[in-house]
């Protein structure tokens, strides 16, 4: 097969490219091309891998001309990763052999505009912060989503027209989705895959616990986190560390006094307030013991994590092959579901228990070891080949 994977909008979706081109590069009939830009650099070393290669837009070159270009080469396949603010650009083009991925179905489905004017209502009164988050941001994301609905309408219907596939992250997005679409136009693949490395956390001393992702108190609790790990010190001090497995933005700078503060009471923190490189990433991602979804799981009125989107904690304890610990409300996939625990307002009881109980998290994570082999681009190729023929 010859296939295309189109992202031009956001260079934090590369693992979900890196997913996709390395699972079709398993079968050596394929071919894969990326499209991509030239200042997304990261996406070059895909470039080393057999059967996949890589195109850049030039910058004499329309994001328009770009697009139609691609869709005129006959791909037996076509991933588009990412509309971002090109969806004027991509609901433009009569697009073959479509596979759109659904980053944030709530956007997608059931939003007319009279539910994107009761979320901003309700962004109007729950956002916290300056003026730019409780008045600046909710007015732009609002006129925002007017303006790309037409778009996203145009595309579905182009893909209910021509029985085109739509992809997710995980059975729960499929879920929420079914009740749009036909089940057999919906297609189930991860953001990443599991991928080789070394486990590095088995020296560790202390409890060591990851939290990926960039550490603001908009999607994750770091409030309650931080309140609880001061409440419980005591229990802490000396065999936890904490790794904020993201940057500080400046807006979230405020955390960093309650970070100092944690650490005099003895507990470890690794974080930064600059861009993780990726071999960093990595390599911290790897000597965790375990990883923490604190999240939000209900973000607003619409968007909910679990259902209408997923998460890039899980799919780090994919990457990784890493146990995980969620709040009681998230919809855990049933895939991950084996070796993740989840909590209530007993976190800190989880926690003391893995330190108390070593052999508890050990079994664990033997259990995500296993389970995430199946995340494999070799094992992952079949189902994904399957899904696109049914």
């Given at each position: 097969m010859?296939?295309?994977?189109?992202?031009?909008?956001?260079?934090?979706?590369?693992?979900?490219?890196?997913?996709?081109?390395?699972?079709?590069?398993?079968?050596?009939?394929?071919?894969?091309t990326?499209?991509?830009?030239?200042?997304?650099?990261?996406?070059?070393?895909?470039?080393?891998?057999?059967?996949?290669?890589?195109?850049?837009k030039?910058?004499?070159?329309?994001?328009?001309?770009?697009?139609?270009?691609?869709?005129?080469?006959?791909?037996?396949?076509?991933?588009?990763?990412?509309?971002?603010k090109?969806?004027?650009?991509?609901?433009?083009?009569?697009?073959?052999?479509?596979?759109?991925?659904i980053?944030?179905?709530?956007?997608?489905?059931?939003?007319?505009?009279?539910k994107?004017?009761q979320?901003?209502?309700?962004?109007?009164?729950?956002?916290?912060?300056?003026?730019?988050?409780?008045?600046?941001?909710?007015?732009?994301?609002?006129?925002?989503?007017?303006?790309?609905?037409?778009?996203?309408?145009?595309m579905?219907?182009?893909?209910?027209?021509?029985?085109?596939?739509?992809?997710v992250?995980?059975?729960?997005?499929?879920?929420?989705?079914?009740?749009?679409?036909?089940?057999?136009?919906?297609?189930?693949?991860?953001?990443s895959?599991?991928?080789?490395?070394?486990?590095?956390?088995?020296?560790?001393?202390?409890?060591?616990?990851?939290?990926?992702?960039?550490?603001?108190?908009?999607?994750?609790?770091?409030?309650?986190?931080?309140?609880?790990?001061?409440?419980?010190?005591?229990?802490?001090?000396?065999?936890?560390?904490?790794?904020?497995?993201?940057?500080?933005?400046?807006?979230?700078?405020?955390?960093?006094?309650?970070?100092?503060?944690?650490?005099?009471?003895?507990?470890?923190?690794?974080?930064?307030?600059?861009f993780?490189?990726?071999?960093?990433?990595d390599?911290?991602?790897y000597?965790?013991?375990?990883?923490?979804?604190?999240?939000?799981?209900?973000?607003?009125?619409?968007?909910?994590?679990?259902?209408?989107?997923?998460?890039?904690?899980?799919?780090?304890?994919?990457?990784?092959?890493?146990?995980?610990?969620?709040?009681?409300?998230?919809?855990l996939?049933?895939?991950?579901?084996?070796?993740?625990?989840t909590?209530?307002?007993?976190?800190?009881?989880?926690?003391?228990?893995?330190i108390?109980?070593?052999?508890?998290?050990?079994?664990?994570?033997?259990?995500?070891?296993?389970?995430?082999?199946?995340?494999?681009?070799?094992?992952l190729?079949?189902?994904?080949?399957?899904?696109?023929?049914?």
């Amino acid at each position: 097969m010859k296939i295309a994977i189109v992202e031009i909008c956001e260079l934090n979706h590369y693992s979900a490219v890196k997913a996709l081109a390395l699972t079709y590069a398993c079968d050596s009939k394929n071919q894969v091309t990326v499209y991509t830009l030239p200042s997304f650099g990261v996406f070059k070393s895909l470039q080393n891998e057999d059967r996949i290669s890589i195109i850049e837009k030039k910058a004499s070159q329309s994001t328009a001309s770009f697009l139609k270009q691609i869709n005129q080469f006959g791909y037996d396949v076509l991933h588009i990763n990412t509309l971002s603010k090109y969806h004027q650009q991509f609901s433009a083009i009569n697009w073959k052999s479509l596979v759109l991925t659904i980053h944030n179905s709530e956007v997608w489905f059931d939003n007319a505009p009279n539910k994107q004017f009761q979320l901003l209502k309700y962004r109007l009164k729950h956002n916290v912060g300056g003026l730019k988050q409780r008045l600046y941001l909710p007015i732009k994301y609002f006129l925002k989503g007017l303006s790309k609905h037409n778009h996203r309408q145009q595309m579905l219907a182009h893909i209910n027209k021509n029985q085109q596939k739509v992809l997710v992250y995980s059975q729960s997005q499929k879920h929420f989705l079914s009740a749009y679409l036909p089940a057999s136009q919906i297609v189930v693949f991860p953001f990443s895959v599991r991928e080789n490395y070394k486990d590095l956390s088995k020296d560790n001393s202390k409890l060591r616990v990851c939290i990926p992702g960039s550490v603001d108190n908009h999607r994750r609790d770091y409030d309650g986190l931080f309140a609880m790990l001061k409440n419980k010190h005591a229990q802490f001090a000396g065999k936890l560390c904490i790794d904020l497995l993201g940057y500080i933005p400046a807006n979230s700078q405020a955390l960093l006094a309650k970070i100092k503060e944690l650490e005099l009471l003895g507990i470890d923190f690794v974080y930064n307030t600059t861009f993780i490189d990726e071999d960093s990433f990595d390599r911290r991602l790897y000597s965790a013991d375990i990883i923490l979804g604190n999240l939000k799981a209900s973000l607003n009125t619409q968007s909910k994590y679990g259902q209408t989107k997923e998460t890039g904690v899980v799919f780090n304890m994919i990457k990784a092959g890493k146990p995980g610990i969620f709040p009681r409300t998230y919809e855990l996939d049933p895939d991950i579901a084996p070796f993740c625990l989840t909590y209530g307002d007993n976190l800190n009881d989880v926690l003391i228990n893995f330190i108390k109980n070593p052999a508890e998290l050990e079994a664990l994570k033997t259990q995500a070891e296993f389970v995430t082999r199946a995340y494999q681009p070799v094992n992952l190729y079949p189902k994904l080949v399957k899904q696109l023929t049914s």
